[in-house]
């Protein structure tokens, strides 16, 4: 261990005193020094001694659909860190294809004495699911933080992304650059994001063209890439210039239909997607889309849960909407003139 | 609940008492039938009646760098699915640049008397990082699965991808392109993948084109899009004409560092990455990649880890190596005539 005082010291630009002095958990070390010292530790990979370790104050669940899209591991990633700063120990639960259910991970959550559940587009973003799995787990006084989704049956804490104002950015967009055909490549609109960016875009277009056939261009599937795929194949054979897709990884797939059909993106086809992650600025070609406050709101719900477990009184009942921002890449230009 | 049994009814095609039958438990009803029914429940939002929930048999933790690569967040969503499978509870751990570390995580799962530990990429891929908290959590009997690292001082159980083999597939395709002067954008070789990366490299430029000095053409930085940049910049200036990076997140910026100085992939400069998900597919170009085996090691891991907690006796203290395999898209081509 004389060695290793030394390197740390070196490292750390202290004396080893001073390092003693923190390992022994004495006085007359500053907060910055200690700190100093303790990442240097936990950098070089040696454990930290016991008395200087944290302790959980209890698990929080997150529940999310899937790791795999981006935007979910983002919110799991950011929700977990955080939580971790403030002592709590998060359990990411994400669902999977081959049959772990949001009431399998709530029921495991129970069993493990969980304190609390955030839960991210679960069945509180299905406006046809039934509301009493969170009004049981309010009323066992559980605090749930509900993330892009919202139901007045529950009166749980809601964080939402303002997908009315993203779809609104993101029509406005194509608008500008003189597209008037333009399509929606939806997600099922029994889920509320869903069925927000469905009305606004109707809304929005009828608001700007006057009255007309809206509904004729909106195409719903799955939002993946082969539902992004699917609508968008018969959105382009109906004409459209400009596709507004339900999720990045929808306009993945509505990429792969404009080739298909020799179309080039964006001088035939514009295409503006949702979610953003890093690697979509990497795609081909850079896509255009709206990016979910992801951070933001991920801290918002770790305070909104941090508060309930205090218990002090919060927002219940009520919906905090994050704006989110348009990204302009290369997947969106300028409307083709055709006949 | 009467529409509700006779849309479920519906949906399943099945009689109503057939419904009953499988809500109340009783007999009478193939597997199959049952099966189906709770799938549709889950399916039509409804919650499984308490007694057909299945109740946890402990937690399990996956500790993982981080989730925003691909890579980790996949291994997160497959080791979590199949431990769920085995009615054990995930609890993903992921390590965060604001702090949370490996062991401020062993502890909290210590805290919360996980059962057994499953580690991506953590501080035992590290040569240089101290054994012995792995060492403690053997001693404490606490069964641990280790994945891409290896130690011989720790009698765990390691699962890894086969880097060399890897890294040999990768190194082939672009010798039988023509390529001659070949760069390594490796990340830093105190970590194992990246030292077998690294030796596998020279030993196989020096079998195929004899004595050299071939460390001339490896540059190690960090395993980011801005780490491949700095790398890549460097390799391109020294006359590279095609590079191998240490992920694909490097590639990524080998990419930009091509496009800064005005070369086209795969014309000027060809590009493989390495770990593969969904999105490399669809960046400019397609990446050519190596493809962990993220599913077959994930399933391996929930094994090895369901064999350990009932005490069968395994494969402590040795390595299985899971072969990746090359994925050919449009970011690799034959070499560049130059002077």
Chains 1, 2 share one sequence.
Do not use: W
Request: with cysteine.
């Amino acid at each position: 261990m004389v060695t290793k005082l030394a390197d740390l010291a070196h490292q750390v630009g202290v004396s080893t005193a001073t390092i003693s002095r923190v390992l022994n958990g004495r006085d007359g070390v500053s907060e910055e020094t200690r700190d100093k010292v303790l990442q240097a530790l936990d950098a070089m990979g040696y454990e930290r001694p016991y008395r200087l370790k944290k302790h959980s104050r209890g698990l929080i669940g997150i529940v999310v659909p899937n790791l795999e899209q981006p935007l979910f591991a983002l919110f799991a990633q950011f929700i977990s860190g955080a939580l971790a700063r403030h002592d709590l120990t998060p359990i990411i639960c994400p669902q999977d294809a081959a049959g772990v259910s949001e009431d399998d991970y709530i029921d495991m959550l129970l069993d493990h004495h969980a304190c609390g559940i955030i839960f991210i587009a679960g069945h509180h973003a299905d406006q046809t699911s039934d509301p009493l799995r969170y009004q049981r787990l309010l009323s066992a006084a559980l605090p749930i933080v509900l993330i892009n989704g919202f139901t007045p049956a529950v009166n749980g804490y809601f964080i939402s992304d303002d997908t009315e104002a993203g779809t609104e950015a993101a029509l406005a967009h194509l608008i500008s650059l003189g597209h008037r055909r333009i399509g929606l490549a939806n997600g099922p609109v029994k889920f509320i994001p869903m069925a927000r960016r469905h009305d606004r875009f109707v809304q929005m277009m009828t608001d700007t063209f006057g009255p007309g056939d809206y509904e004729r261009d909106i195409e719903t599937s799955l939002l993946t890439v082969e539902g992004g795929q699917a609508a968008a194949t018969q959105l382009i054979d109906r004409g459209c210039t400009a596709l507004l897709c339900g999720s990045d990884f929808m306009a993945l797939g509505a990429i792969q239909a404009a080739l298909r059909k020799g179309l080039s993106i964006p001088r035939d086809l514009s295409l503006i997607g949702y979610d953003d992650s890093v690697v979509m600025g990497f795609i081909q070609p850079a896509l255009t889309t709206i990016r979910q406050s992801t951070l933001a709101m991920g801290q918002a719900a770790v305070s909104i849960m941090v508060s309930a477990l205090s218990g002090i009184p919060s927002t219940a009942g009520q919906e905090l909407l994050f704006r989110p921002e348009l990204v302009v890449r290369m997947s969106t230009g300028r409307a083709p003139r055709r006949g």
